[in-house]
């Protein structure tokens, strides 16, 4: 299921629409990356007219990934996680970053994207001390998602959640508590759960993700921070909190300014 892609699922890449925005692709535009279409990068650009610092968020949330996974496979002791809605790759995914902290780190990468899953491939390059898996399925099924994952991670030692940029597809809140429930039922004590997204914090983000919403592509719903700290109950969160995520234990120089984003790690006690 995560080496190779069934027959339905080669059709299905075949018959991508590239004429409607897809945010994996927009993300990916933003990023400076190749995988995007004229759709994309037409829905990217309108964003960006209106808030400029966009790309420079692509890239700082990024960041923030590098540096929670780094933290998670060194000083927390992580060596298993579970990246939902893993996006196209690009620099620093999740098992690069892992496995170079400890190279035994198994990584499953979860998307329902058939483009992503078309460069599975790329994804599926790691350290051969560990494991890289990608399985194809839907983060509103977490139970489905469990199910697969379990064939590659064990569920009785501790797991990172990662829901990096994700969780804004997602449009009620109830319903993606109980997403996130889900997940870290199935996690032991001593689990962490990571998690970034976009905020309703200017004017200009909510304008932009407004006509985002408008072009076609999937909806992506912004939170302010104190409803995406809601995810983080019962969790003890990890030192310096819920941030913007450019303030979570940022390398040394300044953060940009005008970044937008909230992001936190959260471990089970």
């Excluded at 000083?75 to 939902?84: H, K, M």
């Excluded at 909510?206 to 006509?211: F, L, N």
């Amino acid at each position: 299921m995560a080496d190779t892609a069934p027959p339905a699922v080669s059709d299905q890449i075949s018959s991508i629409d590239t004429s409607v925005p897809h945010s994996a692709r927009i993300w990916n535009y933003w990023l400076g990356g190749k995988d995007n279409f004229e759709a994309d990068r037409m829905a990217g650009e309108q964003v960006r007219a209106i808030f400029p610092a966009m790309v420079e968020t692509a890239r700082q949330s990024r960041a923030f990934l590098t540096r929670a996974v780094r933290f998670l496979a060194g000083e927390a002791g992580i060596r298993q996680f579970l990246d939902l809605g893993t996006g196209l790759p690009t620099a620093d995914n999740t098992h690069q970053v892992a496995q170079r902290v400890r190279p035994e780190s198994r990584i499953v990468y979860v998307d329902n994207d058939p483009m992503v899953l078309a460069h599975a491939r790329a994804l599926l390059v790691g350290a051969p001390e560990g494991l890289t898996k990608y399985l194809h399925a839907d983060l509103r099924d977490p139970d489905a998602v469990l199910r697969q994952a379990a064939e590659h991670l064990d569920f009785t030692q501790p797991v990172a959640v990662l829901l990096f940029g994700v969780m804004g597809h997602i449009g009620d809140d109830d319903q993606a508590a109980a997403i996130i429930r889900t997940l870290l039922a199935a996690v032991p004590s001593g689990s962490y759960l990571a998690m970034s997204d976009g905020t309703d914090t200017s004017e200009a983000v909510v304008e932009s993700h407004r006509q985002y919403n408008e072009s076609g592509a999937m909806p992506y719903h912004l939170r302010s921070p104190e409803r995406i700290g809601r995810f983080f109950e019962g969790l003890e969160l990890v030192e310096p909190g819920l941030v913007p995520f450019t303030q979570w234990r940022p390398e040394v120089g300044a953060a940009p300014a005008g970044v937008d984003g909230y992001g936190a790690v959260g471990r089970k006690p």
